[in-house]
Protein backbone atom coordinates (compact mmCIF):
# COMPACT_ATOMS: atom_id res chain seq x y z
CA UNK A 1 0.00 0.00 0.00
CA UNK A 2 1.22 3.76 -1.58
CA UNK A 3 0.16 6.77 0.08
CA UNK A 4 -0.04 10.13 -1.12
CA UNK A 5 -0.20 13.51 -0.42
CA UNK A 6 -3.59 15.53 0.15
CA UNK A 7 -1.63 18.41 -2.43
CA UNK A 8 -0.95 15.57 -5.04
CA UNK A 9 3.26 17.14 -5.09
CA UNK A 10 4.92 14.56 -3.02
CA UNK A 11 5.78 10.81 -4.42
CA UNK A 12 3.80 8.09 -3.45
CA UNK A 13 5.58 6.51 0.01
CA UNK A 14 5.15 3.07 2.04
CA UNK A 15 3.93 3.05 5.10
CA UNK A 16 6.63 3.40 7.34
CA UNK A 17 8.44 6.25 5.62
CA UNK A 18 5.25 8.06 5.35
CA UNK A 19 4.73 7.68 8.87
CA UNK A 20 8.91 8.84 9.14
CA UNK A 21 7.78 11.93 7.38
CA UNK A 22 4.57 13.17 9.51
CA UNK A 23 3.84 15.82 7.19
CA UNK A 24 4.00 15.74 3.46
CA UNK A 25 6.86 18.13 2.07
CA UNK A 26 4.51 19.93 -0.05
CA UNK A 27 2.30 21.13 2.88
CA UNK A 28 -0.24 18.31 2.05
CA UNK A 29 -1.30 15.37 4.63
CA UNK A 30 -0.81 11.47 3.53
CA UNK A 31 -3.76 9.46 2.96
CA UNK A 32 -4.01 5.78 1.53
CA UNK A 33 -4.02 5.99 -2.50
CA UNK A 34 -7.24 3.90 -2.43
CA UNK A 35 -9.38 2.56 0.82
CA UNK A 36 -9.24 -0.84 0.93
CA UNK A 37 -12.92 -2.15 1.58
CA UNK A 38 -14.03 -4.80 4.02
CA UNK A 39 -16.42 -7.37 2.84
CA UNK A 40 -19.41 -8.33 5.17
CA UNK A 41 -17.57 -11.82 5.33
CA UNK A 42 -14.25 -10.28 6.77
CA UNK A 43 -16.45 -8.24 8.77
CA UNK A 44 -17.85 -11.34 9.98
CA UNK A 45 -14.22 -13.24 10.62
CA UNK A 46 -12.74 -9.83 12.53
CA UNK A 47 -15.64 -9.61 14.86
CA UNK A 48 -14.17 -12.53 17.22
CA UNK A 49 -10.55 -11.02 17.53
CA UNK A 50 -9.32 -9.20 20.50
CA UNK A 51 -8.46 -5.98 20.31
CA UNK A 52 -4.49 -6.17 19.34
CA UNK A 53 -5.51 -8.84 16.83
CA UNK A 54 -7.75 -6.73 15.78
CA UNK A 55 -5.43 -3.87 15.13
CA UNK A 56 -2.89 -6.33 13.70
CA UNK A 57 -5.51 -7.35 10.80
CA UNK A 58 -6.64 -3.86 10.08
CA UNK A 59 -3.03 -2.50 9.54
CA UNK A 60 -2.38 -5.58 7.38
CA UNK A 61 -4.24 -3.79 4.47
CA UNK A 62 -1.80 -0.37 5.31
CA UNK A 63 1.57 -1.70 6.56
CA UNK A 64 2.14 -4.03 3.94
CA UNK A 65 6.21 -2.77 4.48
CA UNK A 66 6.31 -4.64 7.77
CA UNK A 67 6.38 -8.48 8.00
CA UNK A 68 3.09 -9.50 10.29
CA UNK A 69 4.92 -11.21 13.09
CA UNK A 70 6.86 -7.96 13.30
CA UNK A 71 3.70 -5.75 13.44
CA UNK A 72 2.26 -8.08 16.19
CA UNK A 73 4.68 -7.55 18.24
CA UNK A 74 4.51 -3.44 18.15
CA UNK A 75 0.76 -3.75 18.62
CA UNK A 76 0.62 -6.24 21.66
CA UNK A 77 3.51 -3.81 23.20
CA UNK A 78 1.17 -0.68 22.71
CA UNK A 79 -1.77 -2.16 24.28
CA UNK A 80 0.01 -3.62 26.91
CA UNK A 81 0.06 -0.27 29.04
CA UNK A 82 -3.49 -0.32 28.90
CA UNK A 83 -5.47 -0.58 32.31
CA UNK A 84 -8.70 -2.17 31.04
CA UNK A 85 -8.98 -6.00 29.77
CA UNK A 86 -11.04 -4.57 26.88
CA UNK A 87 -8.93 -1.88 25.87
CA UNK A 88 -11.68 0.29 24.86
CA UNK A 89 -14.73 -1.14 26.35
CA UNK A 90 -18.49 -0.09 25.35
CA UNK A 91 -20.63 0.97 28.60
CA UNK A 92 -24.52 1.20 27.96
CA UNK A 93 -26.56 3.97 29.65
CA UNK A 94 -29.67 3.10 28.06
CA UNK A 95 -31.39 1.06 25.20
CA UNK A 96 -29.50 3.13 22.48
CA UNK A 97 -26.99 4.72 23.82
CA UNK A 98 -23.22 3.92 25.19
CA UNK A 99 -20.20 5.31 25.69
CA UNK A 100 -17.40 3.96 24.01
CA UNK A 101 -14.19 4.66 26.56
CA UNK A 102 -11.02 5.51 25.11
CA UNK A 103 -9.31 6.48 28.45
CA UNK A 104 -7.64 3.54 30.24
CA UNK A 105 -3.94 4.40 28.44
CA UNK A 106 -1.10 5.54 30.41
CA UNK A 107 -2.27 9.26 30.15
CA UNK A 108 -6.01 8.80 30.86
CA UNK A 109 -7.15 10.28 27.11
CA UNK A 110 -7.79 8.60 24.06
CA UNK A 111 -4.59 10.02 22.00
CA UNK A 112 -2.76 7.08 24.10
CA UNK A 113 -4.34 4.93 21.16
CA UNK A 114 -1.95 6.29 18.70
CA UNK A 115 1.00 7.48 20.78
CA UNK A 116 1.63 4.74 21.95
CA UNK A 117 1.43 2.49 18.98
CA UNK A 118 3.70 5.32 16.60
CA UNK A 119 5.91 5.64 19.70
CA UNK A 120 6.69 1.83 19.32
CA UNK A 121 6.79 2.61 15.46
CA UNK A 122 9.33 4.94 15.83
CA UNK A 123 11.25 2.62 17.93
CA UNK A 124 10.99 0.01 15.26
CA UNK A 125 12.39 2.00 12.88
CA UNK A 126 15.62 3.24 14.79
CA UNK A 127 16.14 -0.03 15.93
CA UNK A 128 15.82 -1.25 11.96
CA UNK A 129 17.40 1.47 10.41
CA UNK A 130 20.05 1.84 12.65
CA UNK A 131 19.22 5.69 13.28
CA UNK A 132 18.62 7.44 16.17
CA UNK A 133 15.36 10.04 16.48
CA UNK A 134 14.93 13.36 18.04
CA UNK A 135 11.09 14.00 18.70
CA UNK A 136 10.01 17.75 19.10
CA UNK A 137 6.49 19.03 19.91
CA UNK A 138 4.82 22.05 21.47
CA UNK A 139 1.82 21.30 23.65
CA UNK A 140 -0.90 22.63 25.72
CA UNK A 141 -1.84 19.81 27.53
CA UNK A 142 -3.19 15.82 26.21
CA UNK A 143 -0.73 15.18 23.11
CA UNK A 144 2.55 15.85 25.23
CA UNK A 145 1.65 14.03 27.67
CA UNK A 146 0.63 11.21 25.42
CA UNK A 147 3.54 11.72 23.37
CA UNK A 148 6.23 11.68 26.06
CA UNK A 149 4.10 8.69 27.38
CA UNK A 150 4.62 6.55 23.78
CA UNK A 151 8.64 7.15 23.88
CA UNK A 152 9.14 6.61 27.65
CA UNK A 153 12.69 4.90 28.08
CA UNK A 154 12.88 3.93 24.13
CA UNK A 155 16.25 3.26 23.38
CA UNK A 156 17.81 5.52 20.16
CA UNK A 157 14.58 8.26 21.03
CA UNK A 158 14.68 11.58 22.78
CA UNK A 159 11.46 13.44 23.38
CA UNK A 160 11.67 17.01 23.92
CA UNK A 161 8.18 18.71 24.42
CA UNK A 162 7.34 22.87 25.23
CA UNK A 163 4.57 24.07 26.64
CA UNK A 164 3.84 27.56 28.00
CA UNK A 165 4.59 27.54 31.93
CA UNK A 166 1.98 27.98 34.50
CA UNK A 167 -0.62 27.43 31.67
CA UNK A 168 -1.24 24.06 31.63
CA UNK A 169 -3.59 22.20 33.64
CA UNK A 170 -1.79 20.96 36.80
CA UNK A 171 -2.10 17.01 36.56
CA UNK A 172 -1.58 17.39 33.06
CA UNK A 173 1.85 19.07 33.86
CA UNK A 174 2.77 16.38 36.32
CA UNK A 175 1.92 13.61 33.29
CA UNK A 176 4.25 15.46 31.52
CA UNK A 177 7.06 16.76 33.95
CA UNK A 178 7.10 13.60 36.51
CA UNK A 179 8.38 10.49 34.13
CA UNK A 180 11.51 10.39 35.75
CA UNK A 181 12.62 8.93 31.99
CA UNK A 182 16.08 10.42 31.22
CA UNK A 183 15.24 10.81 27.36
CA UNK A 184 12.17 12.85 28.31
CA UNK A 185 12.74 16.65 28.69
CA UNK A 186 9.94 19.21 28.86
CA UNK A 187 10.64 22.26 28.46
CA UNK A 188 8.67 25.06 30.20
CA UNK A 189 8.45 27.63 27.78
CA UNK A 190 8.49 31.63 29.26
CA UNK A 191 5.74 32.68 26.94
CA UNK A 192 2.35 31.82 25.66
CA UNK A 193 1.48 28.03 23.08
CA UNK A 194 1.56 30.62 20.36
CA UNK A 195 4.54 31.95 21.23
CA UNK A 196 6.10 28.27 21.38
CA UNK A 197 4.29 27.08 18.45
CA UNK A 198 6.55 29.97 16.44
CA UNK A 199 9.77 28.88 17.96
CA UNK A 200 9.22 25.24 17.36
CA UNK A 201 8.06 26.30 13.20
CA UNK A 202 11.65 28.30 13.06
CA UNK A 203 13.22 25.52 14.13
CA UNK A 204 11.77 22.77 11.63
CA UNK A 205 12.20 25.40 9.05
CA UNK A 206 15.63 25.33 9.63
CA UNK A 207 16.75 22.21 7.41
CA UNK A 208 20.27 21.48 8.25
CA UNK A 209 19.35 21.75 12.79
CA UNK A 210 16.42 19.42 11.17
CA UNK A 211 18.15 16.73 8.96
CA UNK A 212 21.07 16.73 11.75
CA UNK A 213 19.26 15.75 14.58
CA UNK A 214 16.72 13.51 12.75
CA UNK A 215 14.28 15.72 13.91
CA UNK A 216 9.94 14.45 13.75
CA UNK A 217 7.26 16.20 14.81
CA UNK A 218 4.94 15.38 17.04
CA UNK A 219 1.56 16.24 16.14
CA UNK A 220 -1.61 15.11 14.95
CA UNK A 221 -1.22 14.99 11.63
CA UNK A 222 0.59 11.36 11.54
CA UNK A 223 -0.89 8.90 9.60
CA UNK A 224 -0.43 5.94 11.85
CA UNK A 225 -1.94 8.20 14.23
CA UNK A 226 -5.50 8.37 12.10
CA UNK A 227 -5.20 4.73 11.37
CA UNK A 228 -4.54 3.46 14.76
CA UNK A 229 -7.87 5.23 15.78
CA UNK A 230 -9.92 3.37 13.65
CA UNK A 231 -9.48 0.47 15.14
CA UNK A 232 -11.69 1.31 17.31
CA UNK A 233 -14.41 1.84 15.97
CA UNK A 234 -14.08 -0.97 14.41
CA UNK A 235 -14.35 -2.96 17.35
CA UNK A 236 -17.24 -0.97 18.52
CA UNK A 237 -18.93 -1.47 14.93
CA UNK A 238 -18.32 -5.55 15.57
CA UNK A 239 -19.96 -5.27 19.03
CA UNK A 240 -22.67 -3.82 18.79
CA UNK A 241 -25.95 -6.18 18.34
CA UNK A 242 -26.59 -6.67 14.19
CA UNK A 243 -30.20 -4.55 14.66
CA UNK A 244 -27.77 -1.64 15.94
CA UNK A 245 -24.97 -1.50 13.65
CA UNK A 246 -26.77 -0.04 10.77
CA UNK A 247 -28.65 2.57 12.51
CA UNK A 248 -25.21 3.69 14.93
CA UNK A 249 -24.09 7.18 14.97
CA UNK A 250 -20.38 7.90 17.11
CA UNK A 251 -20.64 11.12 18.68
CA UNK A 252 -17.23 12.44 18.75
CA UNK A 253 -15.77 15.21 20.80
CA UNK A 254 -14.49 17.37 18.22
CA UNK A 255 -10.81 19.85 18.10
CA UNK A 256 -8.48 18.94 15.34
CA UNK A 257 -10.68 16.59 13.66
CA UNK A 258 -8.56 13.58 13.95
CA UNK A 259 -10.99 11.14 15.69
CA UNK A 260 -13.58 11.92 13.88
CA UNK A 261 -12.13 11.69 10.64
CA UNK A 262 -10.91 8.34 11.61
CA UNK A 263 -14.93 7.33 11.80
CA UNK A 264 -15.31 8.66 8.91
CA UNK A 265 -12.67 7.04 6.87
CA UNK A 266 -13.67 3.23 8.62
CA UNK A 267 -16.95 3.74 7.35
CA UNK A 268 -15.66 4.39 3.67
CA UNK A 269 -13.39 1.05 4.04
CA UNK A 270 -16.89 -0.19 3.96
CA UNK A 271 -18.21 -0.31 7.43
CA UNK A 272 -21.94 0.39 6.90
CA UNK A 273 -21.80 3.24 9.66
CA UNK A 274 -25.26 5.10 9.88
CA UNK A 275 -23.00 8.46 10.74
CA UNK A 276 -20.87 10.82 13.06
CA UNK A 277 -21.56 13.39 15.10
CA UNK A 278 -18.66 16.06 15.27
CA UNK A 279 -19.30 17.75 19.06
CA UNK A 280 -17.53 21.03 19.17
CA UNK A 281 -17.45 23.72 22.51
CA UNK A 282 -17.74 26.78 22.24
CA UNK A 283 -14.87 26.68 19.79
CA UNK A 284 -17.47 25.86 16.82
CA UNK A 285 -15.61 26.41 13.28
CA UNK A 286 -16.03 23.06 12.52
CA UNK A 287 -19.90 22.65 13.70
CA UNK A 288 -20.65 25.98 11.67
CA UNK A 289 -19.24 24.18 8.52
CA UNK A 290 -21.24 21.36 8.89
CA UNK A 291 -24.70 23.28 9.30
CA UNK A 292 -24.02 26.30 7.13
CA UNK A 293 -21.09 24.82 4.76
CA UNK A 294 -19.11 28.11 6.01
CA UNK A 295 -15.63 27.29 7.06
CA UNK A 296 -14.32 30.85 8.87
CA UNK A 297 -11.91 31.02 11.56
CA UNK A 298 -12.39 32.44 14.62
CA UNK A 299 -10.99 33.81 17.97
CA UNK A 300 -9.78 31.17 20.07
CA UNK A 301 -11.39 31.16 23.39
CA UNK A 302 -10.23 28.94 26.59
CA UNK A 303 -13.14 26.41 27.48
CA UNK A 304 -13.09 24.07 30.05
CA UNK A 305 -12.58 21.10 27.93
CA UNK A 306 -8.79 22.60 26.34
CA UNK A 307 -7.99 20.07 24.23
CA UNK A 308 -10.75 21.19 22.41
CA UNK A 309 -9.93 24.33 22.08
CA UNK A 310 -8.69 24.61 18.56
CA UNK A 311 -9.72 26.68 15.45
CA UNK A 312 -8.02 25.63 12.22
CA UNK A 313 -8.70 21.61 12.67
CA UNK A 314 -4.84 20.33 10.79
CA UNK A 315 -6.82 16.91 9.78
CA UNK A 316 -9.76 18.59 7.74
CA UNK A 317 -7.32 18.59 4.87
CA UNK A 318 -8.37 14.72 4.45
CA UNK A 319 -11.20 15.20 4.34
CA UNK A 320 -11.72 18.00 2.12
CA UNK A 321 -9.07 15.43 -0.12
CA UNK A 322 -12.14 13.19 -0.54
CA UNK A 323 -15.13 15.74 -0.31
CA UNK A 324 -13.35 17.44 -3.46
CA UNK A 325 -13.29 14.26 -5.75
CA UNK A 326 -9.54 13.70 -4.39
CA UNK A 327 -8.69 16.32 -6.60
CA UNK A 328 -5.45 17.68 -5.20
CA UNK A 329 -5.74 21.06 -7.59
CA UNK A 330 -8.72 21.78 -6.08
CA UNK A 331 -7.21 20.90 -2.16
CA UNK A 332 -4.64 23.35 -2.72
CA UNK A 333 -6.99 26.07 -4.19
CA UNK A 334 -9.30 25.71 -1.14
CA UNK A 335 -6.14 25.88 1.10
CA UNK A 336 -4.57 29.06 -0.33
CA UNK A 337 -7.76 30.61 -0.15
CA UNK A 338 -8.61 29.62 3.32
CA UNK A 339 -4.93 30.48 4.25
CA UNK A 340 -5.42 33.93 2.93
CA UNK A 341 -8.53 35.23 3.98
CA UNK A 342 -9.54 32.98 6.64
CA UNK A 343 -12.69 31.67 5.24
CA UNK A 344 -14.08 29.15 2.32
CA UNK A 345 -17.48 28.17 1.60
CA UNK A 346 -18.74 25.18 -0.35
CA UNK A 347 -21.42 25.57 -2.55
CA UNK A 348 -21.80 21.87 -2.46
CA UNK A 349 -19.87 18.79 -0.57
CA UNK A 350 -21.28 15.96 0.48
CA UNK A 351 -21.76 15.86 4.19
CA UNK A 352 -24.76 13.25 4.57
CA UNK A 353 -23.18 11.26 7.17
CA UNK A 354 -22.15 13.90 9.37
CA UNK A 355 -24.52 16.28 11.92
CA UNK A 356 -22.75 18.43 14.19
CA UNK A 357 -23.38 20.01 18.00
CA UNK A 358 -21.76 22.66 19.76
CA UNK A 359 -22.18 22.96 23.46
CA UNK A 360 -21.24 26.58 25.34
CA UNK A 361 -18.52 26.74 28.70
CA UNK A 362 -22.01 27.80 30.62
CA UNK A 363 -23.04 24.44 29.58
CA UNK A 364 -20.38 21.69 30.02
CA UNK A 365 -21.29 21.59 34.35
CA UNK A 366 -24.95 20.99 33.62
CA UNK A 367 -24.54 18.61 31.54
CA UNK A 368 -21.92 16.61 33.71
CA UNK A 369 -24.70 17.05 36.01
CA UNK A 370 -27.73 15.56 34.17
CA UNK A 371 -25.84 12.46 32.53
CA UNK A 372 -24.57 11.79 36.06
CA UNK A 373 -28.09 12.37 37.56
CA UNK A 374 -29.97 10.11 34.51
CA UNK A 375 -27.09 7.38 33.82
CA UNK A 376 -25.31 7.88 37.21
CA UNK A 377 -22.05 8.32 34.65
CA UNK A 378 -19.14 10.68 35.45
CA UNK A 379 -18.26 12.19 32.03
CA UNK A 380 -15.16 14.72 31.73
CA UNK A 381 -15.45 18.44 30.46
CA UNK A 382 -14.45 16.69 27.10
CA UNK A 383 -17.37 13.90 26.98
CA UNK A 384 -19.93 16.15 27.94
CA UNK A 385 -19.96 18.17 24.97
CA UNK A 386 -20.73 14.95 23.19
CA UNK A 387 -23.98 15.15 25.33
CA UNK A 388 -25.18 18.53 24.60
CA UNK A 389 -27.71 17.26 21.86
CA UNK A 390 -29.00 13.81 21.96
CA UNK A 391 -30.61 12.21 19.21
CA UNK A 392 -33.70 9.39 19.79
CA UNK A 393 -34.36 8.05 16.44
CA UNK A 394 -31.11 6.21 15.97
CA UNK A 395 -28.28 4.35 18.36
CA UNK A 396 -25.75 6.28 19.40
CA UNK A 397 -22.27 5.79 20.90
CA UNK A 398 -20.41 8.67 23.01
CA UNK A 399 -16.89 8.14 22.47
CA UNK A 400 -15.35 9.19 26.30
CA UNK A 401 -11.68 11.32 25.15
CA UNK A 402 -10.72 11.34 28.68
CA UNK A 403 -11.09 10.18 31.95
CA UNK A 404 -12.89 12.98 34.51
CA UNK A 405 -9.88 12.53 36.94
CA UNK A 406 -7.86 15.16 34.94
CA UNK A 407 -10.35 17.71 35.60
CA UNK A 408 -11.10 17.39 39.23
CA UNK A 409 -12.09 21.42 39.74
CA UNK A 410 -14.82 21.36 37.00
CA UNK A 411 -15.94 17.92 38.49
CA UNK A 412 -16.51 18.91 41.88
CA UNK A 413 -18.03 22.49 40.59
CA UNK A 414 -20.72 20.27 38.77
CA UNK A 415 -22.09 17.35 40.69
CA UNK A 416 -19.68 17.77 44.11
CA UNK A 417 -17.52 14.27 43.20
CA UNK A 418 -13.96 14.13 43.18
CA UNK A 419 -12.53 11.79 41.16
CA UNK A 420 -9.73 9.79 41.42
CA UNK A 421 -7.36 7.48 39.32
CA UNK A 422 -4.71 5.86 41.03
CA UNK A 423 -2.08 6.84 38.42
CA UNK A 424 -2.69 10.75 38.47
CA UNK A 425 -3.08 10.05 42.64
CA UNK A 426 0.79 8.40 42.49
CA UNK A 427 2.23 11.10 40.20
CA UNK A 428 1.32 13.82 43.04
CA UNK A 429 4.12 12.41 45.12
CA UNK A 430 7.18 12.58 42.36
CA UNK A 431 9.23 15.54 41.78
CA UNK A 432 8.62 17.68 38.72
CA UNK A 433 11.22 17.96 36.32
CA UNK A 434 11.00 20.55 33.83
CA UNK A 435 13.92 22.95 31.87
CA UNK A 436 12.96 27.15 32.14
CA UNK A 437 13.70 27.80 28.22
CA UNK A 438 13.00 31.48 26.67
CA UNK A 439 10.43 31.65 23.89
CA UNK A 440 13.14 31.84 21.20
CA UNK A 441 14.48 29.68 19.02
CA UNK A 442 17.85 29.79 19.22
CA UNK A 443 16.95 29.18 23.41
CA UNK A 444 15.48 26.08 22.43
CA UNK A 445 17.91 25.06 19.53
CA UNK A 446 20.52 25.20 21.42
CA UNK A 447 18.62 23.22 24.28
CA UNK A 448 18.38 20.35 21.56
CA UNK A 449 21.67 20.57 20.67
CA UNK A 450 23.14 19.73 24.34
CA UNK A 451 20.55 16.37 24.56
CA UNK A 452 19.81 15.44 21.29
CA UNK A 453 20.60 11.42 20.46
C1 LIG B 1 -7.37 15.81 21.63
C2 LIG B 1 -8.64 15.65 22.37
C3 LIG B 1 -9.90 15.87 21.76
C4 LIG B 1 -10.02 16.33 20.32
O1 LIG B 1 -9.67 15.34 19.39
P1 LIG B 1 -9.39 15.70 17.85
O2 LIG B 1 -8.84 14.49 17.23
O3 LIG B 1 -8.40 16.83 17.90
O4 LIG B 1 -10.68 16.12 17.25
C5 LIG B 1 -11.04 15.65 22.50
N1 LIG B 1 -10.98 15.26 23.80
C6 LIG B 1 -9.80 15.06 24.42
C7 LIG B 1 -9.80 14.67 25.85
C8 LIG B 1 -8.59 15.24 23.74
O5 LIG B 1 -7.42 15.03 24.37
Not at 9 to 21: E, H, I, Q
Not at 53 to 81: G, N, Q, W
Not at 257 to 286: C, E, H, S, Y
Not at 290 to 308: I, R
Amino acid sequence: MNFISTRGDTPALGFSDAVATGLAPDGGLFLPETLPQFSSDELKALAGLDYPALCTAFFRRFATDIDEATFAAIVAKSYTSFTHPEIAPLVPLADNLQVLELFHGPTLAFKDFALQLLGNLYEHQCAARGQTINVLGATSGDTGAAAIHGLLGKPGTAIFILYPDGRVAPLQERQMTCTGADNVYTMAIEGSFDDAQTALKDIFADQTFRLHHRLSAVNSINLARVLAQCVYYLSAWLRLPTAQQENVEFVVPTGNFGNVLAGWMLQNMGVPIRGFKVATNQNDILYRLFTTGEYKVDQVAPSLAPSMDIQVASNFERFLYFALGRDPSRVREVMTTFKATGEYRFESFDRSTFSASRCSDAEIPGIIKSVYERFGYVADPHTACAFAAPDSDRHSVVLATAHPAKFPDTLRAAIGVDPRHPSLEALKSRPIVKHPVAASADAIRAFIEARAV
